[in-house]
């Protein structure tokens, strides 16, 4: 379950560095669109870059921050509970960021830091499953 925790969290970081990539495509996609003559208004349709990045943060890295949190207690990680819960309520601020961002556009700058936040705690959560896990000795009776 180890391993299964350290792969759910490189993920979730990984999807993260997904995610700056797609929104990347996405705009640079409709900035050559918009050069090229094309009109870019509320009724414009997303490009594959925008679709990605909407489906990778709605559904995929979600889904995979829910599952290292229930994963985490099983696992046998140091502070793996502790972990997957940060990543995953960073996750849930970030949904609530992207929504938030639409009707206040500057509150787009903390969703783009919060990534950064989820992809960093992400990366240590899983670097915590690739040791060994240290067992606390058991108290030992004192000898009289």
């Known amino acids: 379950m180890r391993s299964v925790y350290r792969v759910l969290a490189s993920l979730v970081a990984i999807g993260?560095?997904?995610q700056a990539m797609t929104i990347a495509l996405?705009?640079?996609?409709t900035l050559k669109d918009v050069d090229d003559g094309l009109v870019f208004d509320k009724n414009s349709d997303a490009n594959f870059g925008q679709m990605a990045h909407?489906?990778?943060g709605m559904t995929v890295i979600?889904?995979?921050a829910l599952l290292l949190l229930i994963v985490s207690f099983f696992a046998g990680v140091d502070g793996g509970v502790k972990w997957a819960l940060i990543v995953f309520g960073l996750v849930v601020l970030q949904v609530a960021l992207a929504f938030v961002s639409f009707g206040v556009p500057a509150i787009g700058a903390l969703h783009?830091?919060?990534?950064?936040?989820?992809?960093?705690?992400?990366g240590m959560a899983g670097?915590?499953?690739a040791g060994p896990r240290t067992e606390t000795p058991a108290p030992s009776e004192a000898k009289l």
Do not use: K
């Open 16 to 18: 993260v560095l997904a």
């Open 26 to 29: 996405g705009w640079f996609t």
């Open 54 to 56: 909407g489906i990778l």
């Open 62 to 64: 979600p889904a995979l």
């Open 112 to 122: 783009g830091a919060n990534a950064l936040a989820v992809m960093a705690v992400a």
């Open 127 to 129: 670097r915590r499953a």
